[in-house]
Structure formats: C-alpha cells, structure tokens
C-alpha cells in the first residue's frame, strides 16, 4: 500500500503499487478518485513526484 498526496490540504489517497522501477510505478486507486496530472507517491520511506502518462480504469502509470 502507498499514498498520494495530491495537495498538502488534502486527505491523502489511499493506493496500492502494482509495479514499481527507477523510473516509474503502475499504481491503483479505489473507486472513482479524480486526480490531478502531477502529485506525490508516498511508499515506506520514499516520497517521489509524479505525473500520470496513462490510465486504464483503476490503473494508472505515473512516471518519476
């Protein structure tokens, strides 16, 4: 499991990390969670910066 925060006044998001590599993770998220193009992927220790580059249904493909 990992979190997106999407705005520091936000709650976060609630996701789970299907493929993750140094260059880019396959998230999925819950339901019907609008999110912006750019955010931050929070796992364990790590906090990246991403922004989407694709979208199937509950998956999404962000790179770093």
Do not use: H
């Not at 990992?2 to 789970?16: E, F, M, N, Y």
């Not at 019907?32 to 249904?57: D, H, M, S, Y």
């Amino acid at each position: 499991m990992a979190k997106l925060i999407v705005d520091p006044k936000s709650p976060v998001v609630d996701c789970r990390i299907i493929d993750y590599s140094p260059g880019g993770a396959c998230i999925e998220i819950a339901g019907q969670t609008r999110l912006p193009n750019r955010f931050e992927l929070l796992f364990g220790a790590t906090k990246k910066r991403c922004r989407i580059v694709w979208r199937v249904g509950a998956r999404l493909g962000v790179a770093f």
